[in-house]
């Protein structure tokens, strides 16, 4: 109840401060990876690094997320989540130090890796404090969304900002252009670590002595198999579900390949380095803006055609046809070939979204709440285990085959993927008939 003499616009809602401390850390979070993504293939080429080893340093960040995700994900329970997010926030530093420091492919498979464990690290505690110090606060009742969006908005602002900062910066920079924006990710990532330290204040939890946490922590890391052979099995036991898990992975090969490999032909069509960051950060930007745009399309798109199975698989034909796009556009050159890269990325993007965010709908409409997180963590791996395929496989492929070969080859995948919707069984709580 609010105070007498006070009207509702003068009475604080509830999580006010703590809405503006978490977007601020996930945009602080999420800011250093924007600023590194537009350089960080064309430095590894400018280094002397070939496509096969370019593929090699990524597919090291995907294994490093994989092995780390699941038990990283219980230490934030284990130790707290403001030394997590900080321990994420130092590493992330000597990770973007490395690289910009680094001149042969060992350096940058240390940076990749220690990126790997930053990501793993980084991955839920911020948000797991917000809700904690909601609950705490004002009681398991009290409403997330707002914090929630609030964050969500935050996170694809830094990666949009970030991305097109870090491909200008090199032309404003003479000496070492390339590298510059990875000091700035550096820098962005210690100011992270002051933030988690001045803003994130945890609420007191019982049970967290040092022996606690350390059985805690190896009861942890037992369960990582027991969590990955669960998911496997409820995949198996479903043949749905399975199919809908098997997606992510299809998804992974798809964005690494692109991620990997658009830098580069950017680089080729401008003639340069530096304007090829700048070309490939305004892609990306348009890229994640119309993100956002396909995620409110899925509604009425599933309303449309009748069914979120039957809009997602549509979605994922229109993906593929993107790709298709984006290959055929390796024949264009100059502007031209600029300009088709970014009407491939805004149709490829949209379409991605709209089937991302109904591919989710059907798992969680698959998965009762006990073994909803098994299987979250299991579609996460699934992603990383595609961009691995695509790093090991697809990437140095292109140094023989070609980029536009390679593209169409990632099509393909995309397009076979979509086949995993055909007579999908669908929940009973679907309005329409697949």
Same mark, same amino acid.
């Given at each position: ?38 350089? !960080? ?33 219980? &230490? ?5 989540? #403001? ?18 420091? @680094? ?23 911020? /948000? ?8 705490? /606060? ?8 707002? %914090? =929630? ?40 990532? &210690? ?8 803003? !994130? ?32 099995? =409820?995949?198996?036991?479903? #043949? ?10 299809? @998804?992974?090969? !798809? ?5 990997? =490999? ?47 199975? #039957? ?20 024949? =264009? ?31 969680? /409409? ?9 299987? !979250?963590?299991?579609?996460?791996? /699934? ?15 292109? %140094? ?30 679907? #309005?329409?008939?697949?």
């Amino acid at each position: 109840m609010r105070e007498p003499g006070r009207s509702p616009a003068d009475t604080p809602r509830p999580g006010r401060r703590e809405h503006g401390r978490y977007a601020a850390i996930e945009f602080l979070t999420w800011l250093p990876t924007g600023l590194m993504l537009a350089p !960080m293939v064309l430095l590894m080429s400018a280094r002397g690094l070939d496509i096969a080893e370019v593929g090699l340093v990524g597919g090291a960040y995907s294994i490093t997320i994989v092995v780390l995700e699941l038990p990283t994900g219980g &230490l934030a329970d284990v130790l707290g989540r #403001r030394p997590v997010l900080a321990a994420s926030a130092v590493v992330s530093v000597a990770a973007l130090v490395v690289m910009a420091l @680094a001149h042969s492919v060992w350096p940058f498979l240390v940076a990749s890796v220690l990126k790997g464990v930053a990501r793993a690290l980084s991955s839920g505690p911020a /948000q797991a404090w917000y809700v904690d110090t909601l609950h705490a /606060q004002y009681g398991p009742a009290v409403d997330l969304k707002p %914090g =929630l969006a609030a964050g969500n908005v935050a996170g694809a602002a830094a990666l949009a900002l970030g991305t097109l900062a870090g491909g200008l910066l090199p032309l404003a920079v003479r000496r070492d252009p390339l590298a510059a924006p990875v000091w700035a990710g550096a820098g962005a990532a &210690l100011v992270l670590l002051v933030a988690v330290l001045v803003l !994130m204040r945890e609420p007191s939890r019982a049970g967290r002595g040092p022996v606690r946490a350390a059985a805690r922590l190896a009861e942890v890391v037992r369960d990582v198999p027991v969590t990955i052979v669960a998911g496997i099995r =409820l995949g198996l036991a479903d #043949r749905a579900l399975g199919r809908l898990l098997l997606l992510a992975a299809g @998804a992974g090969v !798809m964005l690494n390949s692109i991620e990997m =490999l658009t830098p580069g032909r950017l680089a080729a069509l401008t003639g340069e380095s530096a304007k090829g960051g700048a070309a490939y950060a305004f892609v990306t930007f348009a890229g994640f803006a119309v993100n956002a745009l396909g995620s409110s399309l899925a509604p009425p798109v599933a309303r449309l055609v009748r069914g979120s199975v #039957r809009a997602a698989a549509s979605a994922t034909v229109v993906t593929a046809s993107a790709v298709v796009a984006l290959a055929a556009s390796t024949a =264009l050159r100059g502007a031209a070939g600029v300009v088709a890269t970014a009407a491939a990325y805004v149709l490829l993007f949209t379409a991605l979204a709209v089937a991302s965010l109904l591919r989710t709908e059907l798992l969680h /409409q698959r998965v009762a709440a006990d073994r909803r997180a098994t299987v !979250m963590s299991v579609d996460s791996l /699934q992603l990383q285990f595609g961009g691995l395929l695509s790093s090991l496989c697809l990437v140095p492929l292109s %140094g023989i085959a070609g980029v536009g070969p390679v593209w169409a080859l990632t099509a393909v995948v995309v397009l076979a993927s979509a086949l995993l919707y055909v007579r999908l069984p669908v929940s009973p709580t679907l #309005r329409y008939p697949r």
